[in-house]
């Protein structure tokens, strides 16, 4: 099944009285279950597409097509709401909500969702020990290592039960024995739960990892690679 698929993706900005052409005609399309890395320097336009396909920003051209709806002529409430069910997002900065526990962190989405008191406990608890944080539910963001931040931020994107997650530089705060555990578990899980994973990055060691290598210059794509990953 298709996840993702990117026609013709074009997306400028405005910035001091000059256009910045982000992306310039990109296609590309994503099955079900990849785990797959878009490489490129800084400006190179990656993080730009994850921003679409997350719907977190909107097209100048083209077409975005999430689990069959085209994010092109979705409103911005429609688009809210194919974010919040079908789309989880992992940050290299968390983003986590420092006045929260762990558990509350995790759960947030769940309860934007309207999902029941019950359900939700549930929930937490499962993707909690999968990510390895038995325990530390009560915990609050401060009182945590990065990486331990970055398996909150990740059972924050799994407890929806998404198809599709997008990572943006997930290792970049991460030493790279730390970020090698991250990377384990993003695999693990992307195995067992069958979970699209996409991620920007320029670190090699996550396109190492990558099953699928796509890199992007100058918003447009250079190559789109299947190997074999770790």
Do not use: W
């Amino acid at each position: 099944m298709t996840v993702v698929k990117a026609e013709n993706i074009i997306k400028d900005y405005g910035l001091n009285d000059q256009t910045v052409h982000a992306l310039r005609g990109v296609n590309l399309e994503f099955e079900g279950g990849e785990f797959a890395a878009i490489a490129g320097p800084s400006g190179s336009g990656k993080s730009t597409f994850l921003h679409l396909a997350g719907c977190l920003d909107t097209l100048t051209g083209g077409n975005m097509i999430i689990g069959g709806s085209n994010t092109a002529t979705m409103s911005r409430t429609q688009l809210a709401i194919l974010r919040r069910h079908s789309i989880g997002f992992i940050f290299q900065a968390y983003n986590l909500i420092p006045v929260l526990s762990v558990e509350e962190n995790i759960s947030f989405p769940l309860t934007l969702m309207g999902v029941g008191k019950k359900e939700i406990k549930e929930r937490t608890a499962k993707v909690l020990r999968e990510v390895g944080l038995e325990g530390m539910a009560k915990r609050r963001p401060k009182e945590m290592s990065g990486g331990q931040q970055q398996r909150v931020a990740i059972a924050r994107a799994l407890v929806k039960k998404p198809a599709l997650i997008l990572a943006d530089e997930p290792t970049a705060n991460l030493d790279s024995t730390i970020g090698r555990e991250i990377l384990e578990l993003m695999l693990s899980l992307n195995k067992s739960e069958g979970t699209t994973f996409i991620f920007s990055t320029h670190d090699q060691m996550v396109m190492d990892y990558a099953r699928r290598l796509i890199r992007i210059r100058d918003g447009q794509i250079e190559s789109d690679e299947v190997k074999g990953g770790i």
